[in-house]
């Protein structure tokens, strides 16, 4: 066994053996796996599609690799099959989400980023998987993948049956919903034909919640999102100024963005979280106010981000993104003071992206989105009346039942 996929010896899986693999990844603590063949051409149109509209914004890795996201074995060449798994993140033992993003002092930090990064949790799950399969399997050969290379892992997942491709453009699995992690084992098995798998239709119907809530209007058609309207892209991805007509827009969202979940009916499935390495506990991000974060030094963000995946946008970014949401405070005029003292605190001492993203926040503060005209600049094409948009409140979030020891 190798972790490469290379020879191609002829490993045929039948779905005897495919549901011993199923128990091993229960027992790993994956929520579900589904396997697929690697003909991904009824997705690879619309992957490049988007590429052309220029929706990865300034994600130059997401056109890089060319084919190599959309054919599985030119990336790996060898591959025959892929194991696609999913992990759930959503810890309901942490603050409610809702009431977080709708007290604007508050910070809103997405809930898969409020605690440890997911990648190294799910490759040594994918590696442990991959050790037990090929105990059984001799001459098993596979890659591991989790966010890490050119692999279209929603593509895949639909492919392989995990969940249907929701209008937010996320698998949505009709019995978990949607807060789980992708990750996918490349390998060098065939699928014997009584596995070949069945795709679920999207279950949306009429429902549109999640493009009229989206507070940036970045979901632009169904299972579309242009990521430069995107919270998650602007704030994780996106290095630059934030455009100042989606400035008022990202409300206290300081790292990534989860209303297009938390709006969707399909979450009120969720299940909570087998992981304590995504629990909020800890270090409280889940309650933290924008203000005590604002006051961490770069060392303090570095130490209190150990192993966390918001170190990796490094400090000044960090800043900015709490300048914007400091800006977005509904504060009273004594509060105001507070802030504009706290935000000129760090003014020159960072760099001039932050600078001007403090100018910013303390010419905006105390305006409201409603007393600024946001013109939008792409044309919607599910034709959605801006006045429509609600950007800080949804009318209704579908959360996991919380557990009883939280105060509601
Ligand atoms: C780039 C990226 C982003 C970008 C762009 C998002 C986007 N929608 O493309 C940004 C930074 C905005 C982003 C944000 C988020 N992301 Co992201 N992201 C990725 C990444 C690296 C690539 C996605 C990609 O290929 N996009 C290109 C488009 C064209 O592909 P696509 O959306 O998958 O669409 C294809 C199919 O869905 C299909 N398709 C679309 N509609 C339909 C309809 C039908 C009927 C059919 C047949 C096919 C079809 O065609 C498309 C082309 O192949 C993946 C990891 C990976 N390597 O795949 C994670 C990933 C998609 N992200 C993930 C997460 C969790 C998020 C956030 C929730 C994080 C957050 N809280 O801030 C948000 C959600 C925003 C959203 N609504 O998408 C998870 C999603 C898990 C899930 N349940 O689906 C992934 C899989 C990471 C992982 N390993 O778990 N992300
Ligand atoms: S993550 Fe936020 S900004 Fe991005 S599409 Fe979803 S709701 Fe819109
Ligand atoms: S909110 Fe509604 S439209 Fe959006 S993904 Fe969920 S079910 Fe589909």
Redesign the pocket.
Same mark, same amino acid.
């Given at each position: 066994m190798t972790d490469t996929v290379s020879a191609q010896p002829t490993l045929v899986l039948s779905s005897e053996q495919f549901a011993q693999i199923k128990g091993w990844a229960a027992q790993l603590g994956f929520a579900d796996i589904s396997v697929c063949d690697i003909d991904l051409s @009824?997705?690879?149109k619309?992957?490049f599609d988007?590429l052309a509209q220029d929706y990865h914004g300034d994600?130059e890795y997401?056109s890089r690799h060319g084919i190599k996201r959309s054919r599985p074995e030119e990336l790996e060449p060898g591959t025959l099959s892929i194991l696609s798994v999913r992990l759930n993140y959503f810890d309901c033992s942490a603050e409610h989400a809702a009431r977080q993003i709708q007290q604007t002092d508050k910070a809103y930090i997405?809930r898969?980023a409020l605690q440890k990064d997911y990648h190294k949790l799910m490759r040594k799950r994918l590696q442990q998987l991959a050790d037990k399969i090929g105990q059984h399997f001799n001459g098993f050969q596979y890659r591991a993948f989790? @966010?890490s290379a050119p692999?279209?892992?929603?593509?895949i997942a639909?492919k392989a049956g995990l969940g249907f491709?929701g209008k937010?453009?996320?698998?949505i699995h009709p019995r978990a919903g949607?807060w789980?992690?992708?990750?996918e084992l490349y390998t060098n098995l065939t699928i014997s034909t009584d596995l070949s798998e069945k795709t679920h239709p999207?279950g949306c119907g009429p429902c549109n919640a999640c493009i009229v809530e989206c507070p940036t209007q970045a979901?632009i058609d169904?299972?579309?999102?242009d990521?430069r309207r995107?919270i998650?892209?602007l704030t994780?991805?996106y290095k630059g100024a934030i455009p100042l007509e989606l400035r008022a827009l990202m409300g206290n969202r300081i790292y990534?963005? @989860?209303d297009?979940?938390l709006v969707c009916p399909w979450n009120k499935f969720t299940a909570d979280t087998n992981e304590d390495v995504f629990r909020a506990q800890q270090n409280r991000l889940d309650k933290a106010t924008l203000l005590e974060l604002w006051q961490w030094d770069e060392n303090q963000f570095l130490q209190n981000f150990a192993g966390s995946p918001i170190r990796r946008i490094g400090y000044p970014q960090w800043c900015r993104n709490l300048a914007v949401a400091l800006g977005n405070i509904k504060a009273s005029n004594h509060e105001k003071s507070a802030i504009i003292q706290a935000l000129i605190s760090k003014k020159t001492i960072i760099n001039d992206l932050v600078d001007e993203h403090i100018d910013w926040a303390i010419s905006h503060l105390g305006k409201t989105p409603e007393s600024e005209n946001h013109a939008l600049p792409h044309k919607q094409i599910f034709a959605i009346d801006p006045k429509n948009i609600r950007p800080f409140k949804a009318k209704k979030y579908y959360l996991p039942k919380m557990p009883d020891n939280i105060d509601k």
């Open positions: @009824d997705y690879e619309g992957y988007w994600m997401m997405s898969y989790c @966010d692999v279209l892992e929603r593509s639909h491709i937010n453009s996320l698998i949607s789980f992690f992708l990750g999207q979901i169904n299972g579309i999102v990521s995107c998650s892209y994780i991805e990534g963005c @989860d297009c979940q």
